[in-house]
């Protein structure tokens, strides 16, 4: 079935320096992403969301870009802080149905 | 409270016994789903209702899960006769409107153990 997949399960940086976590996603109707980070013993926390007519949009420190034609999703985040520590996972949804398909997540570690 | 809020945040209950897990929605929210997460991996979709109605239930693994929404606010997943893989831990979330495309919000889970 369709799934939405990360390229590396764990990354580590260096504190200050800017992270990158990547997305794969295979179902080629989706047309709403989404970024969540979850800390040990949480619920996932909305990060930020795309929509495919988009290819990149910008937050607070994050930014999020959208390659449909090879169906990539890259979270960005800037100045890498200690409370950047968590599982990020992202996320899709396809036309009318409500409900989020995650990938399996990926472990970011900041270093001192 | 500001955010969704789940109880009991752990539940540890014996093989064969049936568990309620609420969910208090953000006030207001229309949109109310359940996810599954199992350790190590992402959540996966159970259930979604509109209100009181349930429009999809398409993730629920077996007849023992059953899921209301009474009143259109909190909701209950009730596990029946429960099994050891049944445990993990169960997600709530909630979205302020009806359409798709809008960012849910999670609660902290309720972490079922099935003894």
């Known amino acids: 079935g369709e799934s939405v997949g990360l390229h590396l399960p764990t990354l580590s940086v260096q504190e200050g320096d800017n992270s990158i976590i990547n997305c794969a996603y295979s179902n080629s109707a989706s047309d709403y992403f989404i970024w969540y980070k979850q800390e040990s013993g949480k619920g996932p926390q909305f990060i930020i969301d795309i929509r495919s007519n988009m290819d990149k949009r910008q937050g607070q420190r994050v930014t999020v870009l959208l390659n449909k034609t090879v169906k990539h999703l890259s979270l960005q985040i800037a100045a890498t802080q200690p409370g950047d520590s968590a599982v990020y996972f992202c996320?899709?949804?396809?036309?009318?149905?409500?409900?989020?398909?995650f990938g399996s997540g990926t472990q970011l570690t900041v270093l001192p | 409270g500001a955010g969704v809020s789940q109880s009991p945040r752990y539940k540890v209950a014996k093989r064969g016994q049936d568990v309620a897990l609420r969910c208090d929605p953000i006030s207001g929210h229309v949109s109310l789903f359940w996810y599954q997460q199992a350790l190590g991996q992402g959540p996966e979709f159970l259930t979604y209702?509109?209100?009181?109605?349930?429009?999809?239930k398409s993730g629920l693994p077996s007849d023992r899960f059953f899921a209301e929404r009474p009143e259109g606010s909190v909701s209950t997943l009730k596990i029946q006769r429960t099994q050891q893989e049944d445990s993990a831990v169960y997600l709530c979330?909630?979205?302020?409107?009806?359409?798709?495309?809008?960012?849910?919000?999670f609660g902290d889970g309720t972490r079922l153990s099935i003894l």
């Open positions: 209702f509109q209100n009181e109605a349930q429009l999809d």
């Open positions: 979330a909630s979205s302020s409107g009806p359409s798709a495309n809008q960012p849910q919000h």
């Open positions: 996320a899709e949804s396809s036309g009318s149905a409500r409900q989020l398909t």
